[in-house]
């Protein structure tokens, strides 16, 4: 049957991508459906229960500019908060939160309730209503079509998954949960490069078995933080600690026993997985000299007695994991309560998609989350808000919009994806991001929240908060810059015993937060009062004590920017440009970069290359 109500915009998959692309949606005011298998599985964290981390925490904060759910979620299920990095400086500064899986679902679920414009709809989608090349919506597993101007698609590992444990197999989308086999095959018939990837978690312990008095606590810190923007310390729940324990020699060896049945090592697994999150096995192979290796031990939530011992994600038979698990300290009693296992599932090439995840080949279809190559909730929330803002925008014919790689980690990451691709599950570090200086997790909101709001993406409540607090920052840089400490007086005495050497004239506040003795604490009282908001003085403090690295990189973006705004036309015949060499010639052909500075990330592309195409650019003008 036809569903009786028409809708703007289609998300299919109510995971991390899903919820932020439907919440995103029906917020700047297209009529939503989020269209999924399971309601009790909404937000679902499919691995470990925590966001945020190093690189991480930069894109839930750049969601949470926006207006997105993840960081609110997380301030209501965080247990354990962490500020990683916190003595290194403030670029690669990182929250981490350890969650309780239950409160952090059922927090998403009541955002996404209470989300106007947003409708809910328990089923599989099994095909897409196509129109030519035009995506016209979704065909669900009884038959029920849904018709929509824009779908968002976020399966997530379903699509054709297969979960591995030992040398058996079976499918599934995770495990609990069934796959996505019709979708994926339909999906197969369409214009899009699909190929295989793989991911794997460890098996889960029931902590009324395990010695805790032998392992490390990790306790979260105090005062604890927050990751929203709106968040408050007294909205979380109770906190916990972690544990720290370790694999040891008899880990390895019996590792080492298991691995002619291993999936990973005998072929049966063809999919690539995490660089950056192995398995043990992996690990045991490739760092062969280590001796031990480290396993966080984080509680699954403040109702359960189910413990995730990170750092330990296996597919080796269950008999294997038993022992391994087993001959770690702490664990020599330890009754596993779920399995460990990898699954394979189908990812589509990025490079087939436009900057707003819109498919180059079938209009009105975008993509998001793990499907496009990427591994984490974060990395999908983000570009869930980004596909969600674009397939909405193009229903109510708005413009389109995604953030530049000065702007945003998520600028960064889907060009990274776009530009490059992906042989590999890609996760964001800092170090992907050249302008980290100026995209820091504590500037997201000033980076993107004007914006977020101009786009219709940011509600009143945080507008006015934003607002509050970039005028107490105002304020405070002038009386900063206004107020002056003269050599001989008891405030310059009050300082001198900090200084290396002492004030000799006069100086403003301002710039004497710059000295690398002193900070905002030590100066901001000593004539006047301190700042009552505490998030505008960490950002005068930031802002002053970095200025001079924080303009060289805005004279960098500024050239790179012009590189931006020059456009390399759809139908650019690179084979005419002469001079470049058959080997850039076929990959601008394959990419298709969208601008000149898109085209000088390409891997191989040379200064001397960009010249060439600026020059045919003109002469073609
Ligand atoms: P998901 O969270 O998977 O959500 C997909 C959603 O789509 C689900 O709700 C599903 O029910 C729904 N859906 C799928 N097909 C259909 C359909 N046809 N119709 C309707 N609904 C559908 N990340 C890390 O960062 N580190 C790790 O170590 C790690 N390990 C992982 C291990 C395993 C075993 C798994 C399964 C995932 C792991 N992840 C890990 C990845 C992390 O879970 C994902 O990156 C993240 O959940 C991706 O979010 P998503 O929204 O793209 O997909």
């Not at 993107?448 to 709001?453: A, F, I, M, S």
């Given at each position: 049957m036809d569903y009786p109500d028409r809708f703007d915009v289609i998300v299919i998959g109510g995971g991390h991508a899903g919820t932020e692309a439907a919440l995103a949606a029906a917020r700047i005011g297209a009529k939503t459906l989020l269209l999924t298998h399971n309601i009790e599985t909404l937000g679902q964290m499919s691995c470990n229960p925590a966001i945020g981390g190093i690189g991480k925490s930069h894109l839930v904060k750049e969601i949470d500019a926006l207006d997105g759910a993840m960081a609110r979620a997380t301030d209501r299920g965080g247990i354990q908060f962490r500020v990683l990095n916190a003595r290194k400086g403030p670029a690669v500064r990182a929250t981490r939160a350890q969650a309780d899986r239950i409160l952090y679902k059922a927090a998403i679920r009541s955002i996404l309730e209470n989300q106007p414009n947003l409708q809910i709809f328990q089923q599989a989608a099994d095909d897409l209503i196509m129109e030519g090349d035009k995506v016209k919506g979704v065909v669900t597993?009884?038959?029920?079509?849904f018709h929509a101007h824009s779908v968002v698609l976020t399966a997530g590992t379903f699509l054709g998954g297969v979960i591995h444990v030992g040398l058996d197999h079976h499918t599934g989308g995770r495990a609990g949960d069934p796959p996505s086999i019709r979708l994926a095959q339909r999906l197969r018939e369409l214009p899009l490069r699909v190929d295989r990837l793989k991911t794997g978690t460890p098996p889960r312990i029931d902590a009324r078995s395990v010695d805790f008095s032998v392992m490390q606590p990790q306790p979260g810190d105090t005062p604890i933080p927050v990751m929203s923007f709106m968040g408050q310390a007294d909205e979380h729940p109770r906190q916990v600690n972690c544990f720290i324990t370790h694999t040891n020699a008899r880990t390895h060896e019996i590792i080492r026993g298991g691995l002619d049945r291993s999936p990973m090592y005998t072929g049966v697994i063809e999919g690539i997985g995490p660089r950056y999150c192995p398995s043990i096995e992996d690990k045991i192979n490739r760092f062969a000299d280590k001796d031990q290796h480290q396993v966080f031990v984080e509680p699954e939530g403040l109702t359960t007695h189910e413990l995730y011992p990170n750092g330990i994600s296996t597919s080796l038979p269950f008999d294997v994991q038993m022992e391994l698990v087993r001959s770690i300290r702490g664990f020599e009693q330890a009754h596993i309560t779920r399995p460990g296992y990898a699954i394979e599932y189908d990812f589509f090439n990025p490079q087939d998609l436009r900057h707003t995840l819109e498919t180059r080949h079938i209009q009105g279809l975008y993509f998001a989350g793990q499907i496009n190559g990427t591994t984490g909730y974060e990395e999908a929330g983000a570009q869930g808000l980004l596909a969600g803002y674009n397939a909405a925008a193009r229903a109510l014919d708005r413009e389109a919009w995604y953030p530049?790689?000065?702007?945003?980690?998520?600028?960064?990451?889907?060009?990274?994806?776009i530009t490059l691709g992906t042989s590999e599950p890609y996760r964001m570090f800092t170090s992907r991001?050249?302008?980290?200086?100026?995209?820091r997790e504590d500037n997201a909101d000033l980076r993107?929240?004007?914006?977020?709001?101009a786009l219709g993406l940011v509600g009143d409540q945080r507008w006015a908060r934003f607002e509050a607090k970039r005028e107490a920052m105002e304020q405070e840089l002038q009386r900063l810059k206004n107020t002056w400490i003269h050599p001989g007086t008891a405030e310059s005495e009050q300082l001198n015993g900090k200084l290396k050497t002492e004030l000799n004239r006069e100086y403003n506040l301002a710039d004497l937060i710059k000295r690398p003795e002193l900070g905002y604490r030590?100066?901001?009282?000593?004539?006047?009062?301190?700042?009552?908001?505490?998030?505008?003085a960490e950002q005068v403090e930031i802002q002053l004590k970095y200025s001079g690295y924080i303009e060289r990189q805005k004279a960098e973006i500024e050239q790179v920017r012009r590189q931006e705004n020059t456009r390399l036309p759809d139908d650019f015949d690179y084979s005419q440009v002469s001079g470049l060499s058959n080997e850039l010639k076929l990959k601008l052909d394959q990419q298709r970069p969208e601008t000149l500075a898109q085209?000088?990330?390409i891997q191989g592309m040379t200064p001397a290359a960009i010249s060439l195409l600026l020059v045919y650019l003109k002469k073609r003008q």
């Open positions: 597993q009884t038959g029920i079509r530049h790689r000065d702007e945003a980690y998520m600028g960064v990451m889907v060009d990274d994806l991001a050249e302008y980290r200086l100026i995209l993107l929240t004007e914006k977020g709001r030590d100066v901001a009282g000593l004539k006047g009062f301190p700042a009552e908001d505490s998030q505008a085209a000088s990330r």
